[in-house]
């Protein structure tokens, strides 16, 4: 008599469709702990915690803790040419709003190191007015929500640039 296999039954998925905001902490947490970063935080959040005049000129690099603490850290960061000199003065500014993120003592001395900055992201600037067709605007009047209104407005602006945009095969 021949043996036959027995069907295993497909497992039942536990995993559920995610954002992609909730996975890159999750990706990069490995990456950032071992260069000295304990929460990924810090870095995507270092103009909200040291204020965007200081963060234009600075980026946190690590933070290194005694060997099994998770506070009284020194925190290492990158300054861009003679803005290092400045970065040193208010280094205790820097320690009190670290601290106050982290809502604990976790960094004690800052080291400023003198180098280049990664290149921060570009922020869309405000985009050439094309105005928005008649048809597509008398619609957005009646709309309350401003957020919503505004979005509207961008998306009308964008059917009426692709209206002038010619299509391949076809000539006026």
Do not use: C
């Not at 902490?25 to 200081?54: C, H, L, T």
């Amino acid at each position: 008599m021949a043996k036959h296999p027995i069907p295993k039954s497909e497992p039942v998925r536990a995993n559920r469709a995610r954002a992609v905001a909730d996975i890159v902490p999750d990706v990069g947490r490995a990456a950032f702990r071992r260069f000295g970063f304990v929460q990924s935080s810090v870095v995507s959040r270092w103009s909200e915690i040291v204020g965007e005049r200081y963060a234009h000129a600075s980026a946190p690099e690590s933070i290194r803790f005694p060997h099994g603490k998770r506070e009284e850290g020194v925190l290492t960061v990158v300054a861009s040419g003679a803005h290092a000199p400045m970065m040193q003065h208010v280094s205790p500014t820097i320690i009190e709003r670290v601290n106050r993120f982290f809502g604990y003592a976790a960094v004690v001395k800052v080291v400023i190191r003198q180098g280049t900055l990664p290149a921060r992201p570009r922020r869309a600037g405000p985009q050439p007015s094309v105005p928005i067709p008649t048809d597509l605007g008398e619609s957005l009047r009646t709309i309350a929500d401003p957020e919503l209104k505004t979005v509207l407005e961008s998306l009308a602006r964008g059917i009426a640039a692709a209206r002038d945009v010619p299509v391949l095969g076809k000539i006026s």
